[in-house]
């Protein structure tokens, strides 16, 4: 079979690869995604809501933020609710910075429609089934469309093919690989993991907003957040058994849940039709490294967090952004120093997100196994991080975004 050819092949139509393309385009370099699922199904894949605001600002200069100014929201504060009362954490009073509120998937059809408007290909229905040669100078993917087999050679490989994949397992073969070659340098693939006892129970609602801003919600009975899609359509959440069936979640019941959990003075949550259920499970995840021989992940493929702290779809447009500048600088410029650093890089502010998205996690949900001490010191928890300004701005300068580059600047 003949190889095509390119400088990066990308495996992934979702934010980390979109945002990679983008990028490369907009450098001048050729790349080619292979998404395995439909452009309709990857352009209505309800997740993630709250944009960094760095993030923002990337997709602003790139010529994608159009959209999002004109339909999203701009949050200059969120609110934690606990003992019935609301506590707001003022971003912009603390960090000059705010974040916007516009749907994962309304990001991935700017990214997509952007994409394309540069005349850049990405092939949908495209499952990559290898990637093969990764510690060589061609890599190639091997990948299936239309029931034939087809390969790709490139550069480099950058695997966005979020948590299941075949960009991890790849690279832990690359680095076993070199390993059994000898090489001095090479170490293998170290995963770190942590389940939660709990999920969240997400709704879409034909509702509008009742809040301005979102309100994270601390309750006996289980975490609630109220958050928002537009004026009209609500999305709220609540923590829900790790196998909880949606079956046991007639809508009644699910309002009469979170009426409760986000019940504070002069609060009454408006009911309506709900659009869409579903449960999604917390996870944290990191493997370690992000990067062997001409193979690189991003995003999802290499990291997981509960989404507690709005990182998940923020994390993969930063090691996006990170990865786009050190191929730059690699394939345009012959500087690798980027490239030899990407994984440090990125798992530096990786290992920050993992400890923000854990800490807002434990804090925020009832843990079944928690003695009186445990439940006391998340109420100390949440007292301290609401009252104490350093407290405050620990919180706000943590969701608005670290910096995108890290140390790197
Ligand atoms: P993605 O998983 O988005 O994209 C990977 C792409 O690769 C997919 O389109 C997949 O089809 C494709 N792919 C995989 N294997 C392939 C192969 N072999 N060949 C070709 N293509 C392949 N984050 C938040 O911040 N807040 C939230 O509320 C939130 N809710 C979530 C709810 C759910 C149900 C899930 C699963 C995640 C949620 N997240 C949330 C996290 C989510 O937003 C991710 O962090 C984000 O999608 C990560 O983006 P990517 O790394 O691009 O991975
Ligand atoms: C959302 O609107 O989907 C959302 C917002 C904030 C979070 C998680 C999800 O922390």
């Not at 095509?4 to 385009?25: F, K, S, W, Y």
């Not at 949050?75 to 606990?82: E, Q, S, V």
């Not at 006892?197 to 006996?220: D, T």
């Not at 407290?391 to 995108?404: D, I, K, Q, S, W």
């Amino acid at each position: 079979m003949t190889a095509r050819q390119t400088r990066v092949g990308i495996i992934g139509a979702g934010p980390a690869g979109l945002a990679l393309a983008l990028l490369l385009e907009r450098a001048g370099i050729e790349s080619v995604v292979l998404e395995r699922h439909t452009r309709e199904y990857v352009e209505n894949r309800i997740r993630a809501g709250i944009l960094e605001y760095e993030v923002a600002e990337l997709l602003r200069a790139n010529g994608v933020g159009a959209r999002m100014d004109r339909e999203g929201f701009r949050h200059a504060g969120t609110n934690l609710l606990f003992d019935g009362a609301l506590h707001h954490i003022d971003f912009a009073a603390l960090t000059g910075k705010h974040v916007m509120l516009y749907s994962q998937h309304e990001v991935v059809r700017d990214l997509i429609a952007a994409r394309l408007a540069q005349g850049g290909e990405i092939r949908f229905g495209a499952e990559v089934a290898e990637i093969a040669a990764i510690g060589g100078p061609r890599p190639v993917l091997h990948w299936r469309e239309a029931g034939g087999e087809r390969a790709l050679a490139c550069e480099i490989v950058a695997a966005c093919d979020g948590f299941h994949g075949v960009g991890r397992a790849a690279l832990a073969g690359a680095l076993t690989g070199a390993m059994d070659a000898g090489a001095l340098d090479a170490g293998g693939m170290e995963s770190f993991d942590r389940a939660y006892p709990f999920a969240w129970l997400g709704i879409l609602a034909a509702v509008p907003p009742a809040k301005e801003e979102l309100v994270y919600a601390s309750h006996a009975e289980g975490f609630a957040l109220l958050s928002m899609r537009s004026a009209t359509v609500s999305r709220l959440y609540l923590q829900c058994a790790p196998d909880e069936l949606l079956s046991a979640w007639p809508d009644g019941r699910i309002w009469e849940a979170l009426a409760r959990r986000l019940a504070h003075p002069g609060f009454t949550l408006p009911t309506g039709p709900i659009l869409q259920k579903s449960v999604t499970p917390m996870r944290s995840f990191v493997s370690e490294p992000m990067q062997a021989g001409r193979l690189f992940l991003a995003g999802d493929a290499a990291h997981i967090v509960p989404p507690t702290g709005a990182k998940g779809l923020n994390a993969a447009v930063a090691d996006a952004a990170v990865l786009a500048r050190a191929l730059v600088r690699a394939l345009r410029d012959g500087d690798e120093r980027g490239l030899a650093g990407y994984s440090a890089t990125c798992l530096d502010r990786i290992w920050k997100i993992e400890r923000f998205s854990w800490w807002m996690t434990a804090m925020m949900h009832r843990f079944a196994d928690h003695s009186a001490f445990d439940r006391r010191m998340q109420h100390a928890e949440l007292e301290y991080y609401t009252s104490s300004l350093a407290g405050r701005t620990a919180l706000a300068e943590n969701y608005v975004g670290l910096p995108l580059y890290g140390e790197e600047g």
